[in-house]
C-alpha cells in the first residue's frame, strides 16, 4: 500500500507540478554568442514563479520621477484603448540608408520591428495591446507583478527577438 | 522652409484640409490620416498611418491645459489673431463668396490665401521650387469654429474631418515632399 502511495507521488507530484506550469504559463529566454565555442543558454521562467517574485519586488524602489509625462499617461492609455479597437494595419515606417522601423498593429499585438546595418541588426518586439497601459499605475509606479502578468496576454508568442550578427536572444511565452 | 512647416502643420492638424472638397466618406469604413515624408537627398521615408479613432481619442484624453471639454484651449497672448476674433473674421468672409483673402509677395515666395467654392486654399510658392498647397473645407472651419472663446471645437473638427477623403497637405521643395491624406486603406500607399 506505501508503495503505491510512494508511486503515486513520485509520478503524481511531477506531472502536477509540470501541468500546473504548462496551464499557467512559461517564459523562455533563449541565448546564442555567435562563433565558435559561442555559449547558448536557455532558461525557462514559470510565469507564477516569476509573479510570486514580482510580488515581493518593492514598488517604491521603482518610482520614476514622471514628471510632466505623467500628465500625459491618461492619454496614453486612451490611445491604446483606440488602438486595441482600430482594424490591424501599418502604423509607421521609417525606412532610411541603412535601417528600417515598422511599427505595426496585429490583432491585440503591437509590433516593432528595426532592421539597422544592412540587415546586420534586427529586433522585433511584440506587445501585447490589453494590459500594457497598466504597466505604470495612476501615481507614475511601474508594477513588476502587473508587468508580469501582461505576459499571460503575450502567450504563445515571441515577445523579444534580437539578432546582431551572429549573437541572437530571443525571449518567447508559451 | 520654416515657415511652410508651420503654415502646412498648423492647418493640417489644427483645421484639417482636403483637396478632394466632393468625395465624400461612405458609411462604416474606418478613416485613416496618413502622412508621409519623403527627404531623398537623406533617403529617407517616413509613413504615419493612423486610424482617426486613434487620433481622436489622443486629442479627446490631452491634458486639459491643451484640451478641455474636447474644445482646444488656445491663447494668443497679445499677438496674432484670437480664436474668438478668427470666429468674428470668419463669419463676415463666409459669406463673402469667391475673394482672394491674402496675398503677400516678397523677393523669395508668394503666399495666396483665397476662398474657392467649397474650400480655403493657401498656395506658397518659392523661388527655389518650393511649393505648399493646403485646401480647407469650409465645413470644417465652420466645425473648428463652432465652440465658443478661444477654444477649437475638436470632436466636431474631427467628425467632420471623418467624412472627408483625399489629400490634405502637400508639400513639395527641393528637398523633401510632404503629403498629408486621408482615406480607407490601412497601408498608407495612398495609390501612389
Redesign the interface.
Known sequence: MIGKLLLAGAVGVPALTTATVAATGVAWVDVREGGQGGHRIVVPVPLLAAELAASFVPEKQLAQEMGEAL??L??A???L???A?????????????DERVLVEKRGDTLRIQVHGRGGQEEVTVNLPLEGIADIIGEDGRVSPLRAVRLLRHARFSTLVEVKDGDDHVKISVF | MNRTWIVAGTLALGFGVVGAPGVRAQAGATPWLHVRVEEPSRQSKVSVNLPLTVVEAAIKAAPEKIVRDGRFQISCGHHGLSVAEMRKVWAELKNAGDIDLVTVEDKDETVKVARKGDLVQVRISGKDGEEVRVDVPVGLVDAALSGEGDEIEVGALVRELSKRRGDIVQVNDKDSKVRVWIDESNAGNGGK
Not at chain 1, 88 to 94: A, F, H, M, N
Open positions: 500628465e500625459h491618461p492619454a492609455r486612451e490611445v484603448k483606440a488602438l479597437e482600430c482594424p490591424d494595419g501599418e502604423l509607421v515606417r521609417v525606412e532610411e540608408e
